[in-house]
């Protein structure tokens, strides 16, 4: 399975940022996505997640409020829309499949199989 983030880039802090993830996987729409980011020297930290089923989504308490993640199913795209944007949340951004179809997002990172390589998000002060 191939994942491709892109939309990372450098803004101001207050601003907003969309990040994408596609796939060319005919089945990705079955698929739970997760949304993680790190920071050199910390562990990758989950930031949202959304299940194959519409409307099913989880976030992380540090960007509740803020960001929000949805599926374009005719474009096989999930999409973080980022708002609000602060310094803290600058980090490397990485979308993430699991293992199975059909499931409820998860928030751990062992339950996810497939991973992008990256888009980085930098939020000046």
């Known amino acids: 399975v191939q994942l491709v983030e892109s939309g990372g880039g450098l803004v101001q802090a207050g601003d907003s940022l969309r990040l994408s993830c596609t796939s060319s996987v005919r089945t990705f729409n079955t698929y739970t996505i997760g949304w993680f980011r790190q920071v050199p020297g910390k562990e990758r930290e989950f930031v949202a997640a959304i299940s194959w089923r519409p409307g099913n989504s989880t976030y992380s308490d540090s960007v509740r409020g803020r960001f929000v993640v949805f599926r374009d199913n005719d474009k096989n795209t999930v999409h973080l829309q980022m708002g609000s944007l602060k310094p803290e949340d600058t980090a490397v951004y990485y979308c993430?499949?699991?293992?199975?179809?059909?499931?409820?997002?998860?928030?751990?990172?062992?339950?996810?199989?497939?991973w992008g390589q990256g888009t980085l998000v930098t939020v000046s002060s």
């Open positions: 993430a499949q699991t293992r199975a179809p059909f499931t409820i997002p998860f928030m751990r990172r062992e339950d996810y199989h497939s």
